[in-house]
């Protein structure tokens, strides 16, 4: 019962804290979970005096971490920046703890020098999530935020490997050289190893469970949420780095993605979900956990004298400002390589260097130190928890303040009202230009309501939340026919043949200017090349089929099918989208995804030379958009980044008209 109400407790001080970060965004999350966590620690008496059992942190929060970190990985950019990431997460690692930790021996003379080395473990490792937080509301380089994330990925490990050493070397009052070389190779490749192959027998395991109809919900996101912990488990019976194995472990499943893409998309939004809250709820376990525990370190030390502890915070200090400038030398010497001109290396050496802030392995490894020794209290345990906690707060609260002067504010590239107003005379531009072709009066009102449609701004922060709503209207279209089939409505011909023809497309959000420019040329050459080759076949069916009344009528009775079906699909959907299940907040992707099911109802219902009319009218209509755009941009009028909005606008609504029209041809 006492660990149900602890549990509890973290859940709601970690909701509370995500409340108040909502209200007060200028301060670090972070910030307010350790402060949230000093008040549970003096509110909650089961707080008090508590004691974390450091294996089960490491199983229970830290695995998993590691694991979704892993997962999240861009393995491209990880392999371009392989020998920066090793540099820093090995090389880096191993000068630090020797510098520091002969340093804070140096300093604490009375500190055995392998304790030492096991404080400078300790407080070595750096944490991405952590930056994240701290850097919310700051435009961190893009190039430095990446190279701290790989490098979160392993350093971890060496921390750990050479804290295990140390605490062997003090318990045992014996260290060899080679022994340690040869373990610290053995633990850290065999880690990797081990969760490599852990992690491809756990993905084929996946895809045999999803191509054998397997593949619920209960079955997979379990078997994936289970993942981490089966890996941690398995390599540390095998002695190996558990932390690198889970992260190898999730390398690979974000490699292999591709091929549990088999299952069905209901099951892949429940599974990011799940995974998107485990994650925010640990990471703030950690930080609710150091507030929590500070108030015990520091009433466990109080027994010596004020002047002892404003020493240890010196210490702490000091060793903080060694690791920083460490950091930074290792940067501007060119032990580690960062892609960037020449005149921004300083800076951005300078941004690396500040943003090495420590967060769950820290917290971790130092409640890992044992609670007793032969039967004795163990030594300066208390000491040393202190200054990592010290630690950890001084890299979050120093590029809290020093990284603003750094670097600029996020902020939005351009106002709303000149976004609106570029858009509103780019519809104009187009709707001027369409009306003076003197084309069918009836599609060319039609096509101006839709271009019309433009005039909302929709331009996509989250393609990954977008994704998933049309996985979700997916299942919706799926859950229609499953109806209309068991009502004897439709046969499961009709079943098949309608997803054949309307769900295998997928809606593709990744509309950056080269792919829309591509996709632009590429439909426009598809397009006149199906009608110069296969015009004449086209037509040759199509009066066949009008010659043979059977063929016509089989005709007529499939599509009567196929346009009834859709009908009734679009109707759940646009229902589905006003329905509590969907978060009314995303009115970009709602929009979007209305637009999408709009247009495609809209040509479905058309006959097919409503449809050759309007869909050599959309064709000029974007090409008279992405004229205007290069004009005004060419003539000084728009700036770049708005110009890249007005792009991805029309890119957004060139993709929506062209994978519809993949469905009727």
């Avoid at 507030?291 to 404003?310: C, H, K, Q």
């Avoid at 299942?475 to 046969?491: R, Y």
């Avoid at 008279?624 to 792009?647: D, G, H």
């Amino acid at each position: 019962m006492e660990i149900v109400i602890l549990v509890l407790v973290l859940v709601i001080a970690v909701l509370v804290s995500n409340i108040i970060a909502s209200k007060f965004t200028q301060v670090p999350l972070a910030f307010i979970e350790i402060a949230v966590g000093l008040l549970v620690a003096f509110i909650v008496p089961y707080y008090r005096h508590y004691t974390m059992n450091p294996d089960l942190f490491m199983l229970v929060v830290l695995a998993p971490l590691m694991f979704y970190e892993g997962l999240n990985t861009n393995m491209r950019v990880l392999r371009r920046s392989f020998s920066t990431t090793l540099s820093l997460a090995v090389g880096l690692a191993l000068v630090t703890v020797s510098i520091v930790g002969v340093t804070a021996h140096l300093t604490l003379t009375e500190l055995a020098l392998p304790l030492a080395f096991a404080l400078a473990a300790i407080i070595t490792p750096t944490d991405a999530v952590a930056v994240s937080s701290v850097t919310a509301n700051i435009a961190m380089p893009e190039e430095a935020m990446q190279t701290l994330k790989n490098e979160s990925l392993f350093n971890d490990a060496s921390g750990i490997v050479i804290f295990d050493l140390a605490l062997q070397a003090f318990t045992t009052g014996k260290f060899s050289f080679t022994f340690g070389f040869f373990d610290f190779t053995y633990v850290f490749l065999g880690g990797l190893l081990l969760g490599m192959i852990l992690g491809s027998l756990l993905v084929s395991l996946r895809t045999f469970l999803i191509s054998h109809r397997m593949d619920n919900s209960s079955v997979i996101v379990t078997l994936g949420i289970l993942t981490p912990f089966f890996v941690y488990f398995v390599a540390e019976l095998a002695h190996v780095s558990g932390i690198l194995a889970v992260v190898a472990a999730g390398l690979v499943h974000g490699v292999q993605e591709g091929r549990l893409r088999l299952t069905s998309t209901k099951i892949q939004v429940v599974s990011n979900t799940t995974w998107e809250v485990l994650s925010d709820n640990l990471n703030g376990f950690v930080f609710v956990l150091l507030g929590v525990s500070l108030p015990t370190v520091i009433s466990d030390i109080s027994y010596r004298n004020n002047t002892f502890l404003l020493f240890l915070i010196g210490l702490s200090i000091l060793l903080y400002a060694l690791m920083t400038i460490l950091r930074y030398l290792w940067l501007r010497l060119g032990l580690a390589t960062i892609r960037v001109r020449p005149e921004y290396k300083n800076t951005n050496c300078w941004i690396i260097a500040l943003s090495g802030i420590h967060g769950t392995v820290t917290l971790a490894m130092a409640f890992s130190l044992p609670l007793m020794l032969h039967g004795v209290t163990f030594p300066y345990r208390n000491d040393l928890l202190f200054i990592a906690s010290v630690v950890i707060v001084l890299s979050m609260l120093v590029p809290s303040l020093i990284l603003p002067a750094l670097l600029p504010r996020q902020k939005e590239p351009f106002l709303r009202e000149d976004a609106n107003a570029a858009r509103k005379e780019m519809i104009n531009y187009a709707v001027k230009k369409i009306t003076e072709l003197n084309e069918d009066p009836l599609e060319t009102q039609a096509v101006i309501a839709t271009l019309h449609s433009q005039n909302r701004p929709e331009k996509i922060k989250n393609r990954r939340i977008l994704k998933q709503l049309f996985a979700q209207i997916r299942d919706v279209e799926n859950e229609v026919l499953d109806e209309m089939v068991s009502n004897d409505e439709i046969s499961e011909k009709d079943r098949r043949l309608y997803q054949r023809t309307m769900l295998t497309r997928d809606f593709h959000s990744d509309n950056s200017i080269l792919r829309g420019l591509w996709l632009q040329l590429s439909y426009r050459f598809v397009y006149f090349f199906k009608r110069l080759i296969h015009g004449r076949k086209i037509r040759q069916n199509q009066q066949r089929i009008r010659h043979n009344p059977k063929l016509m009528k089989k005709f007529k009775s499939k599509h009567d099918t196929l346009v009834e079906i859709e009908d009734r699909t679009t109707q759940q959907v646009f229902k589905y989208l006003k329905s509590p299940m969907v978060n009314k907040e995303s009115h970009t992707d709602i929009s979007i995804v209305q637009r999408y099911y709009r247009e495609r109802h809209r040509r479905y219902q058309n006959n097919s030379n409503s449809n050759e009319i309007q869909e050599e009218l959309f064709i000029k209509a974007f090409q008279f958009e992405y004229n205007f755009v290069q004009n005004q941009l060419s003539e000084n009028k728009l700036t770049r980044e708005l110009a890249t909005a007005l792009y991805e606008q029309i890119s957004n609504d060139e993709l929506i008209y062209m994978q519809n029209d993949e469905i009727y041809d």
